[in-house]
């Protein structure tokens, strides 16, 4: 009796799957919009990292050259990642709106 408990308690915590094409779209609007801001977010850490590695001795700045240029690798692939989310934000949006 406890285990049928258990097993109605975990089935009722699952969420129910998308039935309509606007639920989906919604949530790959979700889904989108976090992208995007994880995306910035990273691009944000990049730039600031490399801004405060610009600021170090030159010592330091040679020490970390092969670190910058991998950081500043990363920063052009986030940014066109970016775009290209960006560009799908903009699709699903258009969707919803009956577009």
Request: no cysteine.
């Amino acid at each position: 009796m406890q285990m049928q408990t258990q097993n109605q308690n975990e089935t009722a915590k699952q969420p129910e799957p998308p039935k309509t094409r606007e639920e989906v779209l919604k949530m790959s609007l979700e889904a989108r919009e976090q992208e995007v801001m994880m995306y910035q977010i990273n691009i944000d850490n990049y730039s600031m990292a490399l801004d405060h590695i610009g600021l170090l001795s030159r010592q330091d700045r040679e020490d970390l050259k092969e670190f910058a240029n991998q950081l500043s690798g990363l920063l052009v692939s986030e940014q066109i990642e970016q775009k290209k989310s960006k560009i799908m934000l903009g699709v699903i949006k258009q969707q919803l709106a009956g577009g």
